[in-house]
């Protein structure tokens, strides 16, 4: 009885020491392989990362290993923003990343992107998209530092900034030769000679916004639609100095898909049938247009097929004729369209619209 019960007791042992071997092969090989499957493919959240690499020492290693996961470091929004994103860069994973976002790290400043120049040049050389929204301790000094140590930028943002004027854009333009994307929204003190610099400089911008820009006229937008004929995605949103004399060269952009004209109280019907040329528009706001009329919309309605949002929001120039027209044409496309205060549109209930418009997903633009 002894010894049967001694060996009971062997066969159970082994068997809780093969269960523990498996585990161990289960942890060391399995789930970090997984795991790095599972992370490559789906681009986990930076936070997300990181509370991984608290899991296990064998997942921690894994992930460490696979440079490709580690090229986002992510501060909106945080608190001591300066001092997170130094400790980041400090550590060896961190040295090949591509995008940096602080948006509203409201406590970023100069001295904490020149504490970046005097120590993380080489970490900073592949960087590809620095977010500064909202960063208004930011001056021309800091695009200055900053930009001097990114030469490979391609998406420079620096939203709501008044700190940062001409001469902030001139070292941009100079340290950085391959931007594309370019988001200067509400830098109220930037003037013609930025449009100049950036017209000059950046020949295949795809994206830009001056949202606010109120020093703008004519003569710099112009040269803009004259040199940047890539541009893709062009918001002037709240710039009401323009007139038709620059909304006619829009034409020239035959990439333009996104148009954001939201208070562009110059632009006429002349000004529209000339943005009409622009085939491949999928968004247009022409909110508060207040000079448009059926004309113009019907001009962008047969020229624009691949229409998918369309705001015509507070213009009591238009009635159910440009309905009629962009039924015609963009019955097919249109998924969000706004005519809230379009006195001239009768058949503006959503059921109306959407027996005329059978993809309408969203009827206003703005709330």
């Not at 829009?250 to 208070?263: A, K």
């Amino acid at each position: 009885m002894e010894r049967r019960c001694a060996e009971e007791s062997t066969d159970i042992g082994g068997e809780e020491e093969e269960v523990e071997v498996e585990e161990a092969l289960w942890n060391k090989e399995t789930i970090p392989r997984v795991m790095k499957a599972v992370c490559t493919c789906i681009k986990l959240h930076q936070r997300d990362l990181i509370s991984l690499l608290l899991v296990s020492p064998w997942l921690h290693r894994t992930l460490i290993s696979h440079p490709s996961i580690w090229l986002v470091i992510d501060l909106h929004e945080m608190n001591n923003a300066g001092d997170r994103l130094v400790a980041a860069l400090s550590l060896p994973r961190y040295h090949n990343v591509k995008n940096i976002n602080l948006e509203f790290a409201r406590d970023i400043e100069d001295k904490n992107l020149e504490i970046l120049k005097s120590k993380f040049v080489d970490a900073l050389k592949n960087l590809e998209s620095l977010n500064l929204n909202g960063c208004q301790k930011i001056s021309d000094k800091g695009v200055e530092v900053i930009t001097s140590i990114c030469p490979n930028l391609a998406a420079f943002s620096i939203y709501w900034n008044v700190r940062v004027t001409d001469i902030g854009v001139k070292h941009l333009v100079r340290n950085c030769k391959r931007i594309t994307d370019l988001n200067l929204s509400g830098c109220k003190n930037i003037t013609e000679q930025s449009l100049h610099l950036i017209a000059d400089n950046y020949r295949d911008l795809e994206s830009l916004n001056l949202t606010r820009c109120i020093k703008l006229t004519d003569g710099g937008l112009q040269q803009i639609l004259l040199n940047c004929y890539s541009l893709q995605s062009l918001n002037l949103y709240a710039l009401s100095s323009f007139t038709d004399e620059a909304y006619k060269k829009i034409s020239l952009l035959s990439h333009l898909r996104f148009l954001d004209l939201c208070g562009a109280q110059n632009l006429t019907d002349d000004g529209l049938r000339s943005i009409a040329n622009c085939r491949k528009l999928v968004s247009l706001n022409l909110t508060w247009c207040i000079h448009v009329t059926d004309v113009g919309v019907k001009a962008i309605a047969e020229s624009c097929s691949s229409l998918e949002l369309l705001s015509l929001f507070g213009i009591v120039g238009v009635t159910d004729r440009c309905l009629e027209a962009l039924c015609k044409c963009c019955s097919g496309t249109l998924t969000t369209l706004d005519v809230n205060g379009c006195v001239g549109i009768k058949g503006r209930a959503r059921d109306e619209l959407r027996q005329l418009f059978p993809k309408l997903k969203c009827f206003k633009v703005h709330s």
